[in-house]
């Protein structure tokens, strides 16, 4: 399955977005693989996509994502569970900041707070600015 052989070759791998004039980098640490003959998958319509696409999607009231990695129709794709900010370390903490249960740390900027801004795939949407019209965008344009 081709996600089983994309998701460890996307460690260290540095994703780009910019979202309304504002950029943000983060370097992929950690990811999941996931097909469509697994029980644990919740297969979305953008996950049957070719790859280069994305699949955002809700969870736990936020937003993650997956690199979609086969053939249209097969289901196979990479969720995005951790990563390292790269540009716009202020941007991120703006963004995680900004719900009223966030972690204090991170609104507080105590020492360390960096590395929790993108873990977790729910933490590292919201630092990413992800937002649901993503939702099959190619990763290509």
């Given at each position: 399955?081709?996600?089983?052989?994309?998701?460890?070759?996307?460690i260290?791998?540095?994703?780009?977005?910019?979202?309304?004039?504002?950029?943000?980098a983060m370097k992929i640490v950690e990811t999941e693989a996931y097909d469509k003959s697994e029980q644990a998958i919740h297969l979305g319509k953008s996950q049957l996509l070719p790859y280069g696409h994305t699949y955002v999607h809700p969870y736990r009231n936020m937003w993650?994502?997956?690199?979609?990695?086969d053939l249209e129709e097969h289901g196979s794709s990479v969720l995005l569970r951790a990563a390292v900010?790269?540009?716009?370390?202020?941007?991120m903490t703006e963004r995680r900041s900004a719900?009223?249960?966030?972690?204090?740390?991170?609104?507080?900027r105590?020492?360390?707070?960096?590395?929790?801004?993108?873990?977790g795939p729910c933490n590292l949407g919201e630092a990413l600015?992800?937002?649901e019209t993503l939702d099959g965008a190619s990763l290509f344009k």
């Open positions: 399955d081709p996600s089983f052989k994309v998701a460890p070759r996307l260290g791998c540095v994703l780009h977005h910019d979202n309304r004039g504002q950029h943000v993650a994502i997956d690199l979609v990695c900010p790269v540009i716009g370390i202020d941007i719900d009223a249960k966030a972690e204090s740390a991170i609104r507080e105590k020492p360390g707070f960096e590395k929790k801004l993108c873990k600015g992800l937002y």
